[in-house]
């Protein structure tokens, strides 16, 4: 079967991709469509560290096609969204409802796939960018079928991430400002998760003019295109003079963590969302922090899949979460790097790559 697979120097479609057979607690999934997203790139520039060869691909929605026999909650034909934690769901952190603690969902790397007859390492616990995969049951959430799959495709990554960091991290208030650095994909889903939560005002900042008007379709109320020279902090603060509750850095730039610091009000906090390259350091002024600020990190929305991915689909059939408008264009499988050349010119919300 064909998929994207990363061999240290490229990523190319490769058509003598196999998965192995199914073991307990798993199920085999038959993808429909897969969003491209920034943690892709992180891998192909070196940001992420990530043995080969292996799958590609993390945010993805598709069909069940086969259960192992002690699947209870799955069964084939249903419409599924992956979901990259891959928890146990019996221990004590996903017990207590916080299955990103879940020691199991970290640092085991499976290699289900053989390409070319060599075994093939599955990336963050789902690998999307291939015809079918194998996933445990807990890493895949039925969805109604109704709900078009390039649109639910995103909800396993990047809307949970987003909308996560506002909803279960932060727990941003009614009527709390925020600031949203980097409106990518997981920006906009910040932004989104922010207007579900009544925040005002809400600064969008990005470096690229073109997203002021993505940015305020999905609830931005003021948007900051900072030039060379521009001082970002003073710049929020005409706007907010005393400071902002929130700041969600969603770029993964240690300088834009330090200046998030700088534009809170008493008591505000910074979500890091992006993810720098591995082994960075950051720094802030200690002194600046005493009036009951904080940095939080954020893992994957500090979501909830088996709550949340329901729930995210209710927003979006109620007509209150934007999916359909996040999905910029749709490539084949073959359409793999004019995907990820337009990605990294700006083009895209979201690219989503369509399997049927």
Known sequence: MKGIVWDGESAQLRDDVEVRDLRPGEVRVRLSAAGLCHSDVSVLDGTIMFPTPAVLGHEGAGTVVATADDVSSLTEGDHVVLTTLGNCGRCAACGRGKPTF??????KLGRPFTVGGEK??????????????????TSAIRIPDDVPMASASLIGCGVLTGVGAVFNRAKVDHGQSAVVIGVGGIGLNVIQGLQLAD??????????????????????????????????????????????????????STALI????????????????G?????????FVVSTMYNDKSIMG??????????????????????????????????????????????????LARGVLVMD
Request: aromatic share 8%.
């Open 102 to 107: 879940c020691r199991q969902s970290l640092g």
């Open 120 to 137: 093939a390492f599955q990336f963050a616990n789902t690998s999307v960018f291939v015809e079918e995969t194998v996933v445990k049951e």
């Open 199 to 252: 925040a005002l005002p809400i600064i969008a900042v990005d470096t690229n003019p073109g997203k002021e008007e993505l940015a305020r379709s999905f609830g931005a109320t003021h948007f900051i295109c900072p030039e060379e020279g521009t001082d970002l902090v003073e710049a929020v603060k005409e706007i907010r003079p005393d400071g902002v509750d929130w700041v969600f850095e969603c770029v993964g």
């Open 258 to 273: 330090k200046a998030g610091t700088d534009m809170l009000d008493f008591g505000g906090g910074v979500v890091m969302v």
């Open 275 to 283: 993810v720098p390259k591995m082994g960075t350091e950051a720094s």
């Open 298 to 347: 954020c893992r994957y929305g500090s979501a909830r899949p088996a709550y949340d991915i329901p729930l995210m689909v209710d927003l979006y059939k109620a007509g209150r979460l934007r999916l359909d408008e996040l999905v910029t264009a749709t490539y084949p499988i073959e359409g793999f790097e004019t995907a990820l050349h337009e990605l990294h010119e700006g083009r």
